[in-house]
């Protein structure tokens, strides 16, 4: 049995180096978009500000998605009663800001 696993073992690592070395490592995709982007002359800054209007956007949808989760969870981990309420109040304050901050970002990026 030891044999088998002596002679597995080193089939086993080259078939998966074999297979992670098919496709270029992530990080090093996202490093090397990184690089060009940055050589390519683009306004940085203004990119920065449109993702987090983006981020500011998506938040409402997410947040919303989330407490609608939290509602149908199973009995003893459901959210309910005043705490649900607590909750709810938070996630329309939370998202307002998000709005709020979304717009002003449009404001100022234009």
Do not use: C, K
Not at 47 to 66: D, E, K, R, T
């Amino acid at each position: 049995m030891a044999g088998r696993a002596a002679v597995a073992r080193p089939r086993y690592r080259l078939s998966t180096a074999y297979g992670h070395g098919a496709h270029p490592h992530p990080y090093t995709v996202a490093l090397v978009a990184g690089a060009v982007l940055v050589a390519s002359g683009a306004n940085l800054v203004a990119l920065s500000v449109g993702v987090q209007v983006m981020n500011a956007l998506l938040l409402p949808i997410v947040l919303g998605f989330l407490y609608l989760l939290a509602r149908r969870l199973p009995p003893p981990y459901r959210l309910r009663g005043a705490y649900a309420l607590i909750v709810a109040l938070t996630v329309i304050v939370t998202a307002g800001f998000g709005g709020y901050a979304a717009l002003t970002g449009l404001g100022a990026s234009s």
